[in-house]
């Protein structure tokens, strides 16, 4: 049994590795499939993947070809979720801000630099044609660290993927803003240039399993409640997510991948463009 050590983010995007190492479906092709949560997002996983702390890595696919970008030694297996993820705009629940206006020259919240919460800001920022490269920046490593920040007044505001972040709204600690859409597919699978190079078959049957139960997972009728267990949420958000989510089973398309280089490039975020056969 050869072992893959695996990380991502504790949200219900995930619940498909979960299932899997639940229902002992990645042993059937003989993996041992060890899951770890990254509360910090893509940027702490950029980091442990870079490290050897884990193999693969579900990161955001803005997040991991700024990575390739960065001369980070990656490389994209596949797709893991093929519609956008809605980044939600969040302020503390007392906050006298309403409005995305009110928060033009305000200090925005990431977890880590190179995580998606920053680099969307930048894509806010870009969409309310502010001067991006005036954003002001408070790193608070997790969502835990992000609430901290808005209730301690040491940023103003922080996005969060929508889903997830509710909860805090529905039990009056924050106040949703807005709602921003990614422009391409949210979720990669990546792991590094050295584990890919040594284990391109195990790699492809750790795919054929996932792809496998993505494929089929929106067949369960319990699915919902499922996933509102596992994630504190509640069914019917849990509902209205999974109308608006697709998982995939492709590869990363070089159009897409062009849409978030040039994006990433028209940001100042990476210094040039990437050949898509780099990633």
Not at 111 to 123: K, V
Not at 171 to 178: D, F, N, R, T, V
Not at 220 to 235: D, F
Request: glycine share 6%.
């Amino acid at each position: 049994m050869d072992t893959i050590r695996i990380g991502g983010v504790p949200e219900h995007f995930n619940y498909p590795w979960k299932l899997g190492i639940k229902n002992n479906l990645f042993n059937v092709e003989g993996i041992q499939l060890n899951w770890k949560d990254f509360h910090g997002g893509t940027g702490e996983m950029s980091q442990a993947l870079e490290e050897n702390q884990i193999d693969v890595a579900i990161m955001l696919t803005e997040g991991s070809i700024k990575q390739i970008a960065d001369q980070k030694p990656f490389k994209i297996l596949q797709k893991y979720v093929e519609t956008p993820l809605f980044w939600g705009i969040y302020v503390n629940a007392q906050s006298n801000k309403n409005s995305i206006e009110d928060l033009k020259n305000d200090k925005v919240g990431i977890s880590r630099y190179g995580s998606g919460s920053h680099l969307m800001a930048y894509i806010n920022a870009k969409n309310q044609d502010w001067n991006y490269e005036d954003l002001q920046f408070i790193v608070a490593s997790n969502l835990e660290g992000l609430q901290n920040s808005l209730a301690n007044h040491t940023s103003d505001y922080f996005m969060w993927e929508h889903f997830t972040t509710k909860p805090l709204v529905d039990q009056g600690e924050l106040k949703h803003i807005q709602d921003v859409p990614t422009p391409w597919p949210c979720f990669v699978i990546v792991t590094s240039s050295k584990f890919h190079d040594k284990n391109k078959t195990l790699l492809n049957n750790l795919l054929k399993v996932i792809n496998q139960i993505t494929s089929t997972i929106k067949m369960k009728e319990s699915l919902a409640l499922e996933i509102a267990t596992s994630y504190n949420q509640q069914v019917e958000d849990v509902k209205k997510w999974l109308a608006q989510t697709e998982w995939s089973q492709n590869q990363l398309k070089e159009s897409e991948f062009k849409r978030v280089n040039n994006e990433l490039v028209n940001l100042n975020l990476i210094d040039s463009k990437l050949s898509y056969r780099n990633i």
